[in-house]
């Protein structure tokens, strides 16, 4: 079990969120012609690794393996291991799969290029991780450029940090979920709110919660008993907002799937291996063993922002050799035949009249 700031609902936004760890092995082996295979493995509570926030389900085309195939008893407590498997034509046909918009699965986006320079054969090829963060409000507002560069500078998970690194994380912790975390929980309700309103033709209560909007979050922050949005709307005074029940529970199950989707991504823990087709000459992998690439980033890495894992290989191509000493070769006979004497005309002028 791992503890760690979460903002859940709008009445606990800076509450300990306590849930289990499940781990997501993802590997992509990578193909001459950019065709891909793709595997993602997943291990988690039974209870809930059937709708998992990857999105892969085999109503999707996604093979399913079970890999611990005693397992048969499904309880809260036992561990699941599924392995997804697909085969994709190229990396636009695994971006329609995995990478669409959505606010409440993990996006993972694929790219290949492919490019000849005479004596080799490049590729480059790269997955990304799309930041697990799904609420609006811009983190410009809230961190700094030192803060993306110790993002960018953390090392593979498990791997040790200085004292001082150790600090700045615990600090930057506190600013994602007590700082940004419940302003941008806030601002997401309060928009949303707004869009009901607008929705209903209520335009004229859009000032009212306007007016009110400081004393809300300033009711929200005081009292964290609050039970519903009803109530803390009550509490800042403007609990006659014409909206029934029913839209206020509906809104707040739409912010609970949001939020319970960003509890279980930054839970967990990731392995990413990539398999190039060619020798590996650049990459930022944690490690390489032969022509594999392999990371290992804790959710931090992509809690925020985009975290790109690239790799670059390339291939000497023996046609272009040969090619090539053939060009040097026919070179080398015409230079040869260009400067050859021309007998018969030396011949044709030694003649006496």
Same mark, same amino acid.
């Given at each position: ?7 859940? /609902?709008?009445f606990t936004l800076v509450a300990m969120l306590t849930s289990c760890e499940h781990k997501v092995a993802m590997n992509t082996v990578v193909y001459k012609d950019g065709s891909l295979d793709k595997t993602i493995t997943i291990e988690g509570d039974s209870a809930n690794i059937d709708e998992n926030f990857m999105g892969v389900v085999p109503d ?85 450029? =030192? ?18 690194d150790s600090l700045y994380l615990d600090r930057l912790n506190d600013k994602i979920f007590d700082v940004y975390g419940s302003h941008a929980l806030f601002e997401e309700y309060y928009q949303r709110l707004e869009e009901l309103l607008k929705s209903e033709n209520e335009i004229a209560w859009l000032d009212t919660l306007k007016n009110h909007k ?85 959710? /931090? ?10 790799? =670059? ?41």
């Amino acid at each position: 079990m791992k503890s760690f700031k979460i903002i859940l /609902t709008l009445f606990t936004l800076v509450a300990m969120l306590t849930s289990c760890e499940h781990k997501v092995a993802m590997n992509t082996v990578v193909y001459k012609d950019g065709s891909l295979d793709k595997t993602i493995t997943i291990e988690g509570d039974s209870a809930n690794i059937d709708e998992n926030f990857m999105g892969v389900v085999p109503d999707k085309g996604w093979h399913v393996t079970i890999l611990n195939k005693d397992s048969t008893k499904k309880s809260d407590q036992e561990k699941l291991i599924l392995q997804f498997s697909k085969h994709f034509k190229n990396s636009e046909e695994a971006n329609s799969d995995l990478g669409n918009p959505n606010d409440t699965l993990f996006r993972v986006t694929s790219r290949f290029d492919k490019k000849l320079k005479w004596f080799y054969t490049y590729v480059r090829y790269s997955d990304t991780y799309h930041a697990i963060n799904r609420l609006q409000e811009p983190i410009s507002d809230y961190f700094t450029f =030192e803060d993306f560069a110790f993002i960018n500078r953390l090392p593979a998970e498990g791997s040790s940090i200085s004292k001082a690194d150790s600090l700045y994380l615990d600090r930057l912790n506190d600013k994602i979920f007590d700082v940004y975390g419940s302003h941008a929980l806030f601002e997401e309700y309060y928009q949303r709110l707004e869009e009901l309103l607008k929705s209903e033709n209520e335009i004229a209560w859009l000032d009212t919660l306007k007016n009110h909007k400081e004393k809300l979050f300033e009711s929200l922050q005081s009292d964290k008993q609050i039970e519903d949005l009803a109530g803390l709307l009550k509490k800042a005074g403007i609990s006659n907002l014409p909206l029934q029940d029913q839209e206020f529970i509906r809104l707040q199950q739409e912010m609970e799937s949001i939020t319970n989707f960003i509890s279980k991504a930054s839970n967990g823990k990731y392995i990413h291996a990539i398999t190039m087709p060619y020798r590996v000459i650049y990459s930022n992998a944690d490690s390489i063993k032969g022509n594999t690439l392999y990371w290992k980033p804790s959710s /931090t890495k992509f809690l925020l922002k985009d975290y790109e894992m690239v790799g =670059e290989a390339r291939t000497l191509n023996n046609w272009a050799i040969v090619v090539s000493i053939g060009f040097i070769l026919l070179s080398i006979v015409l230079m040869f035949y260009k400067r050859r004497p021309k007998t018969g005309n030396n011949l044709g002028n030694n003649v006496p009249n």
